[in-house]
């Protein structure tokens, strides 16, 4: 790969640390002397413990990466395996919904990158990915460039704001501060949090994005904590649900049940309310066929894949969500097995979960490991389990588990031994924490 194509880098340091050549190298120094400090120092290498074995870089310490990286050590100890995140510490997405309704407190979600990095015996550096080079196998940090033998990025997803018609760079910004979807980052949550608690009266909206989104659940199962919340603090709001699909698309009896015996004093449910743009001036939401006036909003629109791996020329621009050209059961970039995608970033349609993420990572890291032996492992599916909070005092939720499988006729992956538990109850409410704990114990600790 090109130089050219490093992310985030102007294109004379660009030239420099993608150069192979003598005379490039010569370029580097004069572009480097000539550069402010804060951008020589991308120039370094980053600062990381030596080890023997073969590098494998994993890009995102999310419920992919996370498992990506401990898995990576089990099935191969003599990698030197980095984990690389921006987020000083991890504070999880799946439960949160459960927390915005105080149903846990924040240090059941929140767990350090130290403790999962020492239990399982891989590094752990703090910064911010800025690009990577595939044929020096360097990937840039905002701490300096870390070189790799094997990569693997596993970034998550980015809002597509254009896609519901905000194409403005500087209004997309205004709407993410002023109403945050809560998929991407935890400071959305917090803000989420205090909305809910201190909205007033009128009308809130909540939506559900169409496509491939995070965890397809999600979004209704927030309708149904926000709706608790404001009857428990006994205000008079509309929770007006704007959903993008033409129906519930996921737990569909066990949601509307809710939505009619539980909320139906808060949410009002509105399908096929595909969001064409938002007037965030005048606080309206534009669909095809009318206008929403809202108080305050939580707006989740649809997403794509990071845009790391559209700056790094590997993304088919032509996917909805940006996807890169991946083997889809080897997961490595197709014609390059030393990069591989994983995580919602990923290009299969498997859902976007934790639990998908996870057990896929295991399987992965298993295929990474027997190319670096000239082996191959046979494909197997990754599993999705997700709980949805309905109910609280005491928690009540139900539950989705399913594998998937390809079908060679249609050449397509689908759903397989799928099943799905509607009924919502206080062991549902139980089993969704138990498993989340059940998560972090084997991300994080021993
Ligand atoms: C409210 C909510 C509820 C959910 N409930 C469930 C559930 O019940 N069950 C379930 O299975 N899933 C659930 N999910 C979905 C789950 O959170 C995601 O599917 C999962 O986090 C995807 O994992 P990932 O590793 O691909 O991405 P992420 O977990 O988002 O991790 C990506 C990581 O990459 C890092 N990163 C990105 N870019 C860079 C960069 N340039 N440099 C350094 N680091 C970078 C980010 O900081 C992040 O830590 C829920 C999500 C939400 C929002």
């Not at 929140?110 to 595939?134: E, M, P, W």
């Not at 940090?141 to 980015?158: K, Q």
Request: proline share 4%; glycine share 6%.
């Amino acid at each position: 790969m090109a130089a050219g194509a490093l992310s985030g880098i102007s294109s004379p340091l660009q030239a420099a640390i993608g150069a192979d050549t003598a005379a490039k190298d010569a370029a580097a120094a004069d572009c480097s002397t000539a550069l402010p400090f804060s951008i020589r120092k991308l120039l370094n290498e980053a600062t990381l413990q030596t080890a023997k074995g073969a590098r494998v870089v994993v890009v995102g310490g999310g419920w992919s990466g996370l498992g990506m990286a401990k898995y990576l050590k089990i099935h191969n100890p003599a990698f030197d395996a980095v984990l690389i995140d921006k987020r000083p510490e991890f504070i999880s997405f799946p439960a949160s919904n459960s927390w915005l309704a105080d149903q846990i407190n924040l240090d059941f979600l929140t767990h350090s990158y130290i403790d999962a990095a020492k239990a399982h015996n891989y590094q752990f550096l703090n910064s911010t990915v800025l690009g990577f080079d595939r044929a020096s196998k360097k990937v840039f940090t905002s701490n300096g460039y870390v070189n790799y033998d094997y990569l693997v990025l596993a970034p998550g997803i980015e809002y597509d704001y254009s896609r519901i018609g905000v194409d403005d760079p500087e209004s997309q910004m205004r709407l993410y501060n002023d109403y945050p979807g809560g998929f991407v980052n935890s400071s959305e949550l917090i803000t989420i949090k205090r909305k809910l608690n201190t909205f007033k009266s009128g009308t809130f909206i909540l939506n559900v994005p169409n496509g491939e989104y995070r965890c397809t659940a999600a979004p209704y199962e927030r309708a149904c904590m926000a709706a608790a919340i404001f009857r428990k603090r006994r205000i008079r709001a509309t929770i007006l649900l704007l959903d993008m699909n033409a129906e519930i698309r996921i737990k569909k009896q066990g949601f509307e049940k809710a939505f009619s015996s539980l909320y139906s004093d808060y949410i009002n449910y509105l399908p096929s309310a595909e969001i064409a743009g938002v007037d965030i001036n005048n606080k309206t939401i534009s669909t095809e066929f009318d206008d929403y006036q809202f108080d305050d909003a939580i707006i989740y629109p649809p997403v794509r894949a990071s845009s790391l791996l559209e700056d790094a020329g590997i993304a088919n621009l032509k996917s909805p969500q940006k996807v890169a050209n991946t083997d889809p059961f080897k997961y490595h970039v197709v014609g390059d097995e030393h990069v591989y995608v994983t995580g919602d970033s990923r290009s299969q349609p498997f859902s976007k979960g934790g639990h998908t993420a996870n057990s896929e990572a295991q399987y992965v890291a298993e295929v990474i490991a027997a190319h670096a032996l000239g082996k191959e492992v046979r494909w197997r599916s990754p599993q999705t389990m997700c709980f949805s909070a309905v109910d609280i005092n005491p928690l009540k939720a139900m539950s989705i588990i399913t594998f998937y499988k390809f079908n060679p006729q249609a050449k397509e992956f689908q759903f397989d031994r799928t099943h799905m538990m509607e009924d919502w109850n206080t062991e549902g409410g139980q089993a969704s924490l138990a498993w989340a704990e059940g998560m972090y114990r084997d991300m994080f600790y021993k």
